[in-house]
T-cell receptor, first 113, second 112 residues
Framework: DAGITQSPRHKVTETGTPVTLRCHQT?????MYWYRQDPEHGLRLIHY???????DKGEVSDGYSVSRSKTEDFLLTLESATSSQTSVYFC????????????FGSGTRLTVV | AQSVSQHNHHVILSEAASLELGCNYS??????LFWYVQYPGQHLQLLLK??????LVKGIKGFEAEFIKSKFSFNLRKPSVQWSDTAEYFC??????????FGKGTRLSVIA
């Protein structure tokens, strides 16, 4: 959808290497989220942000860190990638009120070999 | 903690058949409810949402959902499915500003 982009779209990396995924929005929304999608688990929340430098953990935060130094960018870092982190990662943004749904980015398919 | 259960993992229907996908959530307070659709190889898109008022919610592409508070349910329906409805469907819930919690999804395959 317009207003939210993720990069890269695909990445293959080796076990033990650090990886950073980027989510960029042009909507100036306060709330941003990182989810991972796996066939047996559906979507699970990794981390989210409710403002610049304000972040919180989600259900599956171990092995991941995030940073939000400006409103438009929300970075997800895998500190030392493992095969269990092979997944599709989606970023989402939420409008100004709680009664807005989320708008999702196109996803990053990450393979850890 | 909130949780969402989607009863059907994979549903196969013929074109023109009626669809009902189940969704139950576990939270006793005020909730916001959503259905998202993910077409093959794409990201999630919002189908419909419920916050308050009329428990029968109409969304895009002819979908609707009914909130039944006493049953903690928010089932998705469509009177007549098309081949283009083949996708994965996710139910989600939150309350206030808490992050959305998703069900594991139901894969719908529509055959000619």
């Amino acid at each position: 959808d317009a207003g939210i982009t993720q990069s890269p779209r695909h990445k293959v990396t080796e076990t033990g290497t650090p990886v950073t995924l980027r989510c960029h929005q042009t909507e100036n929304h306060r709330y941003m989220y990182w989810y991972r999608q796996d066939p047996e688990h559906g979507l699970r929340l990794i981390h989210y942000s409710y403002g610049v430098k304000d972040t919180d953990k989600g259900e599956v935060s171990d092995g991941y860190s995030v940073s939000r130094s400006k409103t438009e960018d929300f970075l997800l870092t895998l500190e030392s990638a493992t095969s269990s982190q092979t997944s599709v990662y989606f970023c989402a943004i939420r409008g100004p009120d709680f009664n807005y749904g989320y708008t999702f980015g196109s996803g990053t398919r990450l393979t850890v070999v | 903690a909130q949780s969402v259960s989607q009863h059907n993992h994979h549903v196969i229907l013929s074109e023109a058949a009626s669809l009902e996908l189940g969704c139950n959530y576990s939270y006793g307070g005020t909730v916001n409810l959503f259905w998202y659709v993910q077409y093959p190889g794409q990201h999630l898109q919002l189908l419909l949402k419920y916050f308050s008022g009329d428990p029968l919610v109409k969304g895009i592409k002819g979908f609707e959902a009914e909130f039944i508070k006493s049953k903690f349910s928010f089932n998705l329906r469509k009177p007549s499915v098309q081949w283009s409805d083949t996708a994965e469907y996710f139910c989600a819930v939150n309350s206030g500003n808490t992050p959305l919690v998703f069900g594991k999804g139901t894969r719908l395959s529509v055959i000619a």
